[in-house]
Structures are given as structure tokens and as C-alpha cells.
């Protein structure tokens, strides 16, 4: 059923091509990375000059984009979304320059949409113009976000095979989520996965090469798996740590995340029952709990493993959507102490930054019954992860810091603007 709905919403995203001149005809092609036509394979710029403007039209663009700042193209993906890309490496790539290897997909959250990450993914591409094409989902907007992360991550993982198809140059890939498109794309690396048995001749590399590799996904090499203040552990909380909620809006009283849990799934359908752990999806164990280890077909520790890096920003205050022991996959008393946080002159807002600790998982012994949020955090800790800790305190856009954290919309939101330069400057290309 899952595969069926998202075979559907597929197909409900792909937009329908509209009438076009001959003059757009051209600008349809660009990035396509799709074999070049006999005309341009005569040419002097390279096999994948085809797929560009003529050579005169990009010698004109290089030449015109010297002095000013970077000119970023956009295109709908024949999957659904968009495709964000800089209009310097179209060029560059006329006069036989290297085209974007690196494919960045970045997934909004709740209620959200690929125009969450329209600054930070143009930030991306004016940073690195002839390294990374970006792709912005669509597949999970709006009301869609309420389907549930299994079909989400489906739809997720549907769009990205498109994308791949579609973009053939690309070689390696990130994820970059927020919120809630944390665990859709967690849940889509799972479904994505491919063990290094199937991969020795997938991206062109020798078998020398290709040993290091834990694993591909979608055929193309994983390199960074970053999400924003997304719910990790789930958003029920420690019932003995209820001082420490995982929902600040609750205030930490019991009675109304018990109210919360029961009702979720009212409000944000499937989603809430994920959310809350209260799903019985055919007499299995709630899906965040089975997405903390590779179950069946889907390999879900496999595929976090096989990224180069893992990394969780979170808001340690003022975020009233996700609390920072769930989006930072800590237990409350490995949360840094307000006393150890510092400022960066770079990052203002970057208040502590935790450079892939595993944490020894010593409380094992300490539980006296069952804890599934404890059962998480054993799970996802399997693997290393950078937990970057940011704060808005001292920000005017400080309430709004669920959305600030990714900059979704720079007049709301630009104090944001230093978390998403740090993850650039530490972003593995």
C-alpha cells in the first residue's frame, strides 16, 4: 500500500511540461547530464558540453559573471521539486570545466515545502558553485506531511531515484533536513541503501577504492547526513523525566502530553501516531523504534553508517516545536551545562559544538523498565554523530527559533544566517 501511494504522489509531482519556444528549449537541457548529442560530441568542449548552452553563449556568461555576484539557476526536477544550481558552473562547463558531482537534497518539515530551504540552498551554490547541484523535495508538502514517515520516506526515496536518473553526472550525495525531515530522510537512506557487494563497479571507482565504502545510497557515494532540530527520539518524552519534556509547548505537565499522545493522530494523522510511538501498524513495534537498526529490506543503521558524517544541530532554548535532548540524541544529563556554552565571533549563535562523541551507553544497567526513548538513543548512538548546539537567546527572532535554526524565510528568520555558514564551512564535499 505504501508503495502504491508512493508511486502515486509521484506521479501527482511530476509537473506537466509546458509549451515552449526554441530559445527554451535549450534551458530545458541544462545540468540534464544525459549523453550529449552527436552535434555537441563533435565539439571541442567535452561530452557534456551537449547538455549546456553553445560555447559563445557560455564565454559570454563567464566573462559577464566576473565582478558580480553569482547568478543561481533554478529548474523544476522531472520527479517533483527543484533543482538549484549555479549559472557559473553551467558556463564553466561549456569551456570544459568540471560539471556539479555532488548531489544535495535538502527535505522540509511539518506543514512545510521546498521553499523552506530556498536561502540556504542558494547559499550553497554561490559557495560552491562547480561542486554540488541542489535539489530541494517537494514529495512531502503541506498536508502531505501528515501521511505518516513511512509513506513520506517512500515518496522521498522515489524522488531522489528520479533525480539520480535525471541528473546522470552526479556522484556522490548529502541529505540536509529539517524538523520532521529528519526521520523521512532517515527512513529514505533505509530504502535507498546498497551494501558494498552490490556497489564494486556502481560510481565508476576500483575495487581499492571502493573498500572504505560502507555502502551506497541510490547508487552515488554518501557523504553528509545533516538535520535541523529534528525529532530524533520521537516527541512523548521521558514519562520519568517529565521536567525535561520533549515538547516545550507542553510545559512538562504530564497530563497534557498524555492528552497530546492520544490526540496527535487527530490533528497530524499517521505522523502523530509516529511521532508519539503509538502506532501498532499490523502488530509491529512503533516505527521509530525500528528505525534505529536494519530490519528487512530496510537497512536503516547500515545506511546512517555509511555517510561520512552524521551530524544534529539543535536548539538548546527557545524552540517550542523540538526539544534538544531529542534533536541533539542525547540522554538529560550528557546536555552540555549552560556554564560550558560559549559564543564564536564567526557563529554567534553557535553555542557548543560536539565533534562525534559516541557516548557510552554506561545507563543500561541503571534502567528498571523498559525505556523505548532509551532504546533510541543505544540504537542511533551505534554510529558517531556531531551534535552542534545552537541558541537564539539573545535574538529578537529567539520564539521563532524552529524555523530560524534553517533560515526559512530570511526576513523572519536571518539571524540563522551563521548555522547555515557553519555547515557550510564544514560541509564535505
Avoid at 553569482?70 to 533543482?83: I, N, S
Avoid at 563497479?201 to 547526513?225: A, C, T, W, Y
Avoid at 523572519?412 to 544566517?417: A, I
Wanted: charged share 25%; proline share 5%.
Amino acid at each position: 500500500m505504501i508503495a502504491a501511494g508512493a508511486a502515486s504522489m509521484g506521479r501527482a509531482a511530476t509537473p506537466a511540461p509546458p509549451a515552449q519556444s526554441a530559445s527554451h528549449r535549450w534551458r530545458a537541457l541544462r545540468l540534464a547530464f544525459r549523453a550529449p548529442s552527436p552535434a555537441a560530441a563533435r565539439s571541442d568542449g567535452g561530452s557534456w558540453m551537449g547538455c549546456f548552452r553553445p560555447a559563445t553563449a557560455a564565454a559570454v556568461a563567464v566573462k559577464e559573471a566576473k565582478g558580480r555576484r553569482l547568478e543561481v539557476e533554478k529548474e523544476p526536477a522531472r520527479g517533483g521539486g527543484e533543482d538549484v544550481w549555479s549559472a557559473e558552473a553551467e558556463a564553466e562547463v561549456e569551456q570544459g570545466g568540471g560539471f556539479p558531482e555532488h548531489l544535495v537534497v535538502m527535505v522540509n518539515g511539518l506543514i512545510g515545502s521546498a521553499d523552506d530551504w530556498k536561502f540556504a540552498a542558494e547559499q550553497f551554490v554561490r559557495r560552491m558553485p562547480d561542486k554540488v547541484i541542489v535539489h530541494r523535495s517537494q514529495c512531502n508538502s503541506a498536508t502531505q506531511t501528515f501521511d505518516g514517515v513511512d509513506l513520506m520516506g517512500e515518496r522521498l526515496a522515489n524522488e531522489v531515484r528520479s533525480v539520480v536518473e535525471q541528473r546522470r553526472g552526479v556522484k556522490k550525495i548529502s541529505f540536509v533536513a529539517h524538523s520532521l525531515g529528519g526521520l523521512v530522510a532517515r527512513y529514505a537512506i533505509g530504502r535507498l541503501y546498497e551494501p558494498p557487494s552490490r556497489t564494486m563497479s556502481s560510481i565508476g571507482k576500483s575495487r581499492d577504492d571502493i573498500e572504505h565504502l560502507e555502502g551506497l545510497i541510490g547508487g552515488l557515494e554518501p557523504m553528509n547526513f545533516i538535520t535541523f532540530a529534528s525529532p530524533h527520539l520521537g516527541s512523548s518524552g521521558n514519562k520519568q523525566l517529565i521536567l525535561f519534556h520533549q515538547l516545550p509547548f507542553l510545559c512538562g505537565l504530564p497530563f497534557l502530553e498524555r492528552r497530546a499522545s492520544e490526540t496527535a493522530h487527530l490533528i497530524v494523522g499517521r505522523t502523530g501516531k509516529h511521532l508519539f510511538l503509538t502506532d501498532n501498524d499490523e502488530g509491529q513495534r512503533p516505527l521509530l523504534l525500528r528505525m534505529v537498526d536494519d530490519c528487512d529490506d530496510l537497512k536503516f543503521r547500515s545506511a546512517l553508517r555509511s555517510f561520512k558524517r552524521r551530524v544534529a544541530y539543535a536548539n538548546a532554548n527557545f524552540d517550542h516545536m523540538v526539544g534538544w535532548r531529542t534533536s541533539s540524541i542525547r540522554r538529560q544529563h550528557e546536555l552540555p551545562k549552560h556554564r560550558l556554552l560559549v559564543r564564536d565571533e564567526k557563529y554567534p549563535h553557535i553555542v557548543h559544538v560536539d565533534k562525534g562523541v559516541t557516548y557510552d551507553n554506561e545507563t543500561e544497567a541503571q534502567a528498571d523498565r523498559y525505556d523505548p526513548e532509551e532504546e533510541m538513543i543505544r540504537g542511533l548512538t551505534q554510529v558517531p554523530w556531531e551534535r552542534v548546539d545552537v541558541s537564539f537567546q539573545k535574538s529578537s527572532q529567539r520564539l521563532v527559533a524552529h524555523n530560524t535554526i534553517q533560515v526559512k524565510s530570511y526576513w523572519l528568520n536571518s539571524d540563522g544566517t551563521d548555522v547555515i555558514n557553519h555547515m557550510m564551512d564544514n560541509f564535505l564535499v
